[in-house]
């Protein structure tokens, strides 16, 4: 048995449950649009690395992996930087 694998993938597994009960436990009161506005309006026109983006997805009630969904609609960006940008398309929604 390889245990370096079987450390890594329960660490991943642990991430994944922290992120469900985080998603779980998001105020039922605010609504869809609210949350990503204040997703979008925490995180700004700065760049965020992974892991800020996972936890500031997290602490709005969203699964870290709803990014991909993200990036795939346009909405977040990766530059030659390494780190994630709201796209023009974001900010112009957000100023809406």
Known sequence: MDEEKVAAALRQIS??????ADAVAAPPDVSGPDRYR???AEWGE???TRAE???????HGFSPQASG????????ETRGDGLRYLTPRSLDWLRS
């Open 15 to 20: 991430r994944g449950f922290a992120a469900l």
């Open 38 to 40: 204040a997703v979008m």
């Open 46 to 48: 700065r760049g965020l």
């Open 53 to 59: 983006v996972s936890e500031l997805f997290r602490r």
């Open 69 to 76: 969904g993200w990036a795939r609609g346009d909405w977040m």
